[in-house]
């Protein structure tokens, strides 16, 4: 996987910091390092911020974060300075476009609504496969909110029964853990062994 990076002055959802964010992968498929500063319309600011992300049985977790400041800027490290950085969005974005990624480089995408009978769906291995491509796709980064919704449109299907395939998906590990009270997850051991 090739660095990824936001576009310039993107504004993180719920913050009031814009970023310029890249993520890049290390020799360790488990192990992410990402960088972050306000962006350019926010000059003013001289603070930057770079860590490491790993994948954990938990999912994926921030183990290293480091704050800098240019020593002749107006910022320094203080507590103000350190609430303002925000560490759970940064975490959320690397986790979507890690996961968006996968799902773009894994061969066999989904089509855009797949052809499911009526009745009852078999849960196969292939099948579940495809939801997940089809959930991570549509829970990437820069996606819009409803992606459950939009799924039921696709599939022809009420969007209870999206939640329990992605649900489902989880269990057989083809979806990894999400974020509590976000939509979106990280691929699961068996998209990852397919890579």
Same mark, same amino acid.
């Given at each position: 996987?090739?660095?990824?990076?936001? %576009?310039?002055?993107?504004?993180? %959802? @719920?913050?009031?910091?814009?970023?310029?964010?890249?993520?890049?992968?290390?020799?360790?498929?488990?192990? #992410?390092? #990402?960088?972050?500063?306000?962006?350019?319309?926010?000059?003013?600011?001289?603070?930057?911020?770079?860590?490491?992300? =790993?994948?954990?049985?938990?999912?994926?977790?921030?183990?290293?974060? !480091?704050?800098?400041?240019?020593?002749? /800027?107006?910022?320094?490290?203080?507590?103000?300075?350190?609430?303002?950085?925000?560490?759970?969005?940064?975490?959320? =974005?690397?986790?979507?476009?890690?996961?968006?990624?996968?799902?773009?480089?894994?061969?066999?995408?989904?089509?855009?609504?797949?052809?499911?009978?009526? /009745?009852?769906?078999?849960?196969?291995?292939? #099948?579940?496969?495809?939801?997940?491509?089809? =959930?991570?796709? !549509?829970?990437?980064?820069?996606? %819009?909110?409803?992606?459950?919704?939009?799924?039921?449109?696709? =599939?022809?299907?009420?969007?209870?029964?999206?939640?329990?395939?992605?649900?489902?998906?989880?269990?057989? @590990?083809?979806? /990894?853990?999400?974020?509590?009270?976000?939509?979106?997850?990280?691929? @699961? %051991?068996?998209?990852?062994?397919?890579?």
């Amino acid at each position: 996987m090739t660095a990824a990076k936001t %576009p310039p002055g993107l504004q993180l %959802p @719920g913050t009031q910091v814009r970023l310029s964010l890249d993520i890049s992968e290390t020799e360790s498929p488990d192990h #992410f390092t #990402f960088a972050a500063r306000p962006a350019a319309k926010e000059a003013d600011r001289s603070w930057r911020i770079h860590g490491d992300v =790993y994948r954990t049985g938990h999912g994926l977790m921030v183990k290293r974060v !480091e704050v800098d400041t240019d020593p002749a /800027g107006p910022d320094e490290v203080t507590g103000t300075l350190m609430r303002q950085i925000p560490i759970g969005t940064i975490l959320d =974005y690397v986790r979507g476009r890690v996961s968006a990624t996968l799902a773009e480089d894994l061969p066999g995408a989904p089509a855009a609504a797949l052809a499911v009978s009526a /009745g009852r769906t078999a849960m196969t291995d292939d #099948f579940l496969r495809d939801v997940s491509l089809a =959930y991570l796709r !549509e829970t990437a980064p820069g996606q %819009p909110q409803g992606a459950t919704r939009r799924l039921a449109e696709a =599939y022809g299907r009420p969007e209870q029964t999206i939640r329990t395939w992605v649900a489902r998906a989880r269990k057989e @590990g083809w979806l /990894g853990p999400s974020a509590k009270g976000r939509a979106g997850a990280e691929p @699961g %051991p068996r998209l990852r062994a397919e890579q």
